[in-house]
């Protein structure tokens, strides 16, 4: 059961605009007696908080540590158990490609590889994007994958998109990073029936790209993981009347908005451009505005007590990253 569909019978349409902040990464454990937030100077969050209705939530199940997709899709009224959604779907969509039903997506780590065919870093140093470009362009022009479209794209650093196109394809594929150095990469198994051929496409393409590259360093290598295929779903629009428009850096965050029928600005480069953008757009044609700050505290100032905004931002706050 999705008990979420219970939520769609209380949206009340007030005229009202939401503005939702994620501050992603704020929580930790203690350090020398204090966690982050114990230590840190933040009277503005500590009067909106005693100001504001405040409370924990368990956004999946007891026991479950999301991750950031299933997380985001629960903060969104979306049961991430109902809607298991694979990375690739969100890297892809992150990073504005124009996903067609029934595509097949994941996403891909540029990773180095020993001699004995052993992964020694699944990131291959974090390398930089302009080489992440250089070694999907020496992919592409060296793979062919016969009667499957394939795209390749770079999202950031060592991370990028494979996204398969054509008739039969299914996403159920189990991942090829084994999510630790000093092993070899996993074979892209099938996890159902409808997934064979899929599956043996995507073991062509791993292939030819481990050829492609294999000279190259350090990234030499290539793990897949987050397949899917792109199904879409009723979007927050439709179900809780919410005109979404999403702001933030991060393929990942973008990409979970955009495959929820936001609007995703293009990535606006930083904290203070995050809250430039939210102050020209706020209040415009969207009802429902996300700003995702990234993993800094942040800290919102004004000069004076805090008073209800109408329909803009006041133009009196500055932003300060602590």
Not at 181 to 200: E, F, I, Q, V, Y
Not at 232 to 244: D, H, M
Not at 286 to 299: A, D, E, Q, S, Y
């Amino acid at each position: 059961m999705d008990y979420t569909k219970v939520w769609e019978n209380l949206v009340l349409d007030d005229g009202k605009t939401i503005l939702y902040i994620i501050l992603d990464g704020l929580g930790g454990l203690p350090l020398n007696g204090k966690s982050e937030l114990q230590a840190a100077n933040i009277p503005n969050l500590d009067r909106l908080a005693k100001e504001s209705s405040c409370g924990l939530i368990e956004i999946i199940g007891p026991g479950i540590t999301p991750g950031s997709g299933p997380g985001h899709l629960s903060l969104f009224g979306y049961d991430p158990i109902v809607h298991d959604i694979g990375r690739g779907i969100f890297s892809a969509l992150g990073i504005d490609f124009d996903l067609k039903e029934g595509d097949v997506a994941a996403r891909i780590n540029f990773a180095s590889m020993g001699k004995d065919g052993k992964i020694t870093d699944r990131r291959a140093g974090r390398i930089e994007t302009s080489l992440n470009e250089n070694l999907c362009e020496k992919i592409r022009q060296n793979v062919d994958l016969e009667d499957v479209e394939f795209f390749l794209e770079t999202e950031s650093e060592h991370r990028a998109a494979l996204i398969l196109r054509g008739a039969g394809l299914e996403g159920s594929i189990e991942d090829t990073d084994p999510q630790s150095t000093g092993l070899k990469a996993l074979d892209p198994k099938p996890k159902n029936d409808n997934s064979h051929k899929t599956a043996k496409i995507v073991e062509k393409f791993i292939h030819q790209a481990k050829e492609a590259i294999k000279d190259e360093e350090p990234a030499n290598m290539i793990l897949l993981r987050g397949f899917d295929t792109f199904r879409p779903v009723a979007g927050l629009k439709e179900r809780f009347k919410l005109n979404g428009l999403c702001i933030a850096d991060y393929p990942m965050y973008r990409g979970v908005s955009r495959f929820l029928g936001m609007e995703a600005l293009p990535s606006p480069g930083g904290i203070k451009n995050e809250f430039r953008c939210l102050q020209e757009n706020f209040g415009k044609s969207h009802n429902f505005c996300l700003t995702k700050p990234g993993r800094t505290v942040i800290l919102l100032k004004r000069p004076h007590p805090w008073k209800k905004s109408t329909s803009t931002l006041p133009r009196s706050w500055t932003l300060s990253p602590m």
